[in-house]
């Protein structure tokens, strides 16, 4: 009964290529988000979604296009994947978006590796 | 695991010993805080939190305190066990209506039996 659940955990791909990553919640939540998390352990806030709308974008190549079918989905989808995209990337969701005091529920991160 | 080469700040304490993490953050407009602990391998885990008209919160265990004078967060882990060995994270929302968290670097905390 994981909370926030994402696939692939691993995935190793080749420059290039166009790769997906899925995300659910079953919390109920309004928002999601898409983290990354680099080789040094920094985590940086890429999207967020509240249902189904884009709130945050926060200036990321449009090589990456976050989907998301309905409040509880939220997918990323890479295209022409580059081997800084290696990294750790986190799904995670909040019960609504705004006014803080609002905790951030996190996945537990697909290893994206381009070779 | 971790990556060759990196260089997190860490605290290395005894098996039984509080543990205390310090946090510097960056927008004095922030107004919420919270703190997580990460494992390796997993996703970052909620500790604690703490509002900008607080100044300490208590937990098992933990104690969260803030202070906006100086833009400082701390957590202090009380009888630090071996399961705590972790990278910890402070987070600071922005507030407004994104609720965007921006997180510090991150320290591993390192338990020694």
């Known amino acids: 009964d994981t909370a926030v659940s994402q696939t692939p955990k691993y995935l190793v791909t080749q420059m290039g290529n166009d790769k997906s990553i899925k995300c659910e919640q079953n919390?109920?939540?309004?928002?999601m988000y898409w983290y990354k998390q680099d080789s040094k352990k920094f985590l940086k806030i890429m999207f967020s979604?509240?249902?189904?709308?884009?709130?945050i974008n926060e200036t990321v190549p449009n090589r990456f296009s976050p989907k998301s079918p309905d409040k509880a989905h939220l997918n990323l989808h890479i295209n022409s994947l580059e081997l800084g995209d290696s990294a750790v990337y986190f799904c995670?969701?909040?019960?609504?978006?705004?006014?803080?005091?609002?905790?951030?529920?996190f996945g537990e991160g697909s290893w994206l590796t381009v070779v | 695991g971790e990556s060759v080469g990196l260089h997190l700040p860490t605290l290395s304490v005894q098996e039984g010993d509080n543990s205390i993490i310090n946090c510097a953050y960056s927008?004095?407009?922030?107004?919420?805080f919270i703190w997580y602990k990460q494992e390796s391998g997993k996703g970052p885990q909620f500790i604690i939190d703490?509002?900008?008209?607080?100044d300490k919160r208590q937990g098992q265990r933990v104690t969260v305190l803030l202070n906006k004078t100086v833009k400082h967060l701390s957590l202090q882990i009380a009888a630090t066990q071996p399961g705590d060995s972790a990278v910890y994270f402070c987070?600071?929302?922005?507030?407004?209506?994104?609720?965007?968290?921006?997180f510090g670097t991150g320290t591993l905390l390192a338990v020694q039996p």
């Open positions: 919390l109920g939540h309004d928002t």
């Open positions: 927008n004095s407009a922030s107004d919420y």
């Open positions: 979604y509240n249902n189904k709308e884009l709130i």
């Open positions: 987070a600071e929302n922005i507030g407004g209506a994104t609720n965007k968290l921006i």
């Open positions: 995670a969701s909040s019960q609504h978006q705004g006014s803080s005091g609002n905790t951030i529920y």
């Open positions: 703490i509002r900008s008209n607080m």
